[in-house]
């Protein structure tokens, strides 16, 4: 019985990923720009699975921007300061 469910988990993924592939494919053909697909395992919060992840190079490239980004700003906002509290009761 568990085999059947493993192996049902297993196709069920396996066509999940050719899906994402095909849908970066159509959507780099639709853009007319003609880079090559990407496909790459994107590790997700809170599990120990890896996500495969297909898009295009400049669709990536143009993620990891927006990325780093949004974490300079989390830096930036967190690095403000103001008094830290110590916890010491006077």
Known sequence: ?????????????????????????????????????????????????????CMTQAERERRMKEDQEAMAKLRGSSAGGGARSTGAVK
């Not at 988990?9 to 003609?34: C, D, F, I, P, Y």
């Open 1 to 53: 019985m568990r085999i059947s469910v493993v192996a049902g988990a297993v196709v069920a993924l396996g066509m999940t990923l050719a899906a994402q592939a095909e849908q970066a494919k159509a959507k780099a053909e639709k853009s007319g720009s003609g880079d090559d697909i990407v496909c790459f395992a994107e590790a997700r919060t809170g599990s120990h699975l890896k996500k495969r992840i």
